[in-house]
């Protein structure tokens, strides 16, 4: 029996849940909980999460799919380690604090678009050790209607469909968007022209209650 190793190394741990929409993304919470911005500047709605060793899998409505390496130590926050934004030298590993860790991390990443049924069951899980040992998996159905899962690895050029004896509810499908349509993000169109009407009507607004009235012309006088 194997016998866990307790505070060897400093360890965190996360739970990740996806927030309501049009929630601000620019204040941090007393509670010393982080928020991570989903691609198009936060403006990509997921659909579902999932997470494993610090790696984000996040996917929408039309099957679009991202990931991430990202977690409390890796974006700077831990006041416990040494960050840098400057080009250090390849290293294998930064327990040792030998080398500081390095600023700005990756982007997220798009991952290829699945030819099938899918829906919104999906999963992350480490292989190995190291920042790509994680693989994906989608629970759909082929072209010739068999039910099971979708799976590649983190960093590999196509999925793999596994045919096994799964349940999906019907209220998981979903609209899967062929490959090369840029993915929808929240707020376009007629959605971002309000916000921006809005946001001009209130300084407006406060610039007219800000401005003084001429001496004997009240603000509200009609001529």
Excluded at 28 to 44: E, M
Excluded at 104 to 119: E, H, M, N, T
Excluded at 164 to 188: A, F, K, M, W
Aim: include cysteine.
């Amino acid at each position: 029996m194997e016998k866990l190793q307790v505070n060897q190394y400093p360890s965190v741990f996360h739970i990740l849940y996806p927030r309501l929409r049009y929630c601000p993304t620019y204040w941090t919470p007393a509670d010393l909980g982080y928020q991570i911005t989903t691609p198009s500047r936060g403006r990509f709605v997921a659909r579902n999460i999932s997470a494993s060793g610090s790696v984000v899998f996040i996917i929408n409505d039309y099957g679009d799919m991202y990931t991430k390496h990202v977690d409390f130590d890796v974006i700077g926050a831990d006041p416990n380690l040494r960050y840098t934004y400057e080009i250090i030298p390849v290293h294998e590993g930064i327990l040792d604090q030998k080398y500081p860790r390095k600023l700005p991390i990756a982007d997220w990443k798009r991952q290829l678009k699945i030819d099938g049924v899918i829906s919104d069951v999906i999963t992350v899980y480490t292989t190995d050790t190291g920042e790509n040992a994680r693989n994906l998996r989608v629970a759909g159905q082929d072209l010739q209607v068999n039910l099971g899962y979708y799976e590649k690895n983190l960093t590999a050029s196509g999925w793999k469909f596994i045919k096994t004896p799964v349940s999906i509810d019907s209220g998981t499908l979903l609209r899967n968007t062929p490959e090369g349509i840029d993915p929808p993000i929240q707020g376009t169109n007629r959605e971002l022209l309000f916000n921006y009407i809005s946001i001009l009507f209130l300084l407006f607004v406060c610039i007219f209650r800000t401005v003084p009235a001429q001496k004997g012309l009240p603000l509200n006088c009609k001529e």
